[in-house]
Structures are given as structure tokens and as C-alpha cells.
């Protein structure tokens, strides 16, 4: 079965950064764009960045636009979320997710639109 295993999480100060990492398997992994979305407490989901199948087209919430980079490596099976300049409203639970597209260029910003989710992981930033 599909399962995607994120990891890289932690307590890191405000501006600092991490680095998410997703592993997939179970799946064809260059047939699906990936998403990072994030939950905090007391809040609903949302979307943080996707990428599309190849890596060609990505796309980021504007709550981290020119903090976070999101990345994939098809060879590995893994997606990856660089973020930086880390501030406290960051904190959250941070989910892996896949999106079967015969699209090319599709990426996705909508929780509805990914079939296949991992358990996600603790990021605590600190002030």
C-alpha cells in the first residue's frame, strides 16, 4: 500500500530552519505531485507548497513564499521542504501528501485534491 513516511521535524529557534523530508513508497512515485501541508493547533489544515510530477511547476502559500523551497528527487522516491527564517506561527504538524495527476504540470493547493497522506511531523519553533 502507499505510505509516506515524513521526517526532519523538531524545536528550532525563530530564524533558524529545517529541512522536511517525505519518503514515498507503494506508489509510482513520478505519476503523483506532492504537497507539504501544515496543521497547528487549533487550526484547520492548510496548504504549504506542492510540486508537480517532474519537478517542473511549484507552488507556495504565501504565508512562506521566499522562506520554504520545495524539492523532489524521483530517483529516491522522496520530496523534500527546505524552510528558513523560521518564525514562531510555523509551528505546527507538517503532512506529506500525493496526488495522482496525469498532468504533467499539475501541482495542487487544495487538501481534497491528494488521495494519500503520511502521519506527520512536530514542528516547534521557538521565540
Known amino acids: 500500500q502507499v505510505q509516506l513516511v515524513e521526517s526532519g521535524g523538531g524545536l528550532v529557534q525563530a530564524g533558524g530552519s529545517l529541512r522536511l523530508s517525505c519518503a514515498a513508497s507503494?506508489?509510482?512515485?513520478?505519476?503523483?505531485?506532492m504537497g507539504w501541508f501544515r496543521q497547528a493547533p487549533g487550526k484547520e489544515r492548510e496548504f504549504v507548497a506542492s510540486i508537480s510530477r517532474m519537478g517542473y511547476k511549484s507552488t507556495n502559500a504565501d504565508s512562506v513564499t521566499g522562506r520554504s523551497t520545495i524539492s523532489r528527487d524521483n530517483a529516491k522516491n522522496t520530496v523534500s521542504l527546505q524552510m528558513n527564517s523560521l518564525k514562531p506561527e510555523d509551528t505546527a504538524v507538517y503532512y506529506c501528501?500525493?496526488?495522482?495527476?496525469?498532468?504533467?504540470?499539475?501541482?495542487?493547493?487544495?487538501?481534497?485534491?491528494?488521495?494519500?497522506w503520511g502521519q506527520g511531523t512536530q514542528v516547534t519553533v521557538s521565540s
Open positions: 507503494g506508489l509510482i512515485f513520478n505519476g503523483y505531485a
Open positions: 501528501a500525493a496526488r495522482w495527476t496525469g498532468v504533467l504540470s499539475t501541482a495542487g493547493t487544495r487538501e481534497s485534491e491528494f488521495a494519500f
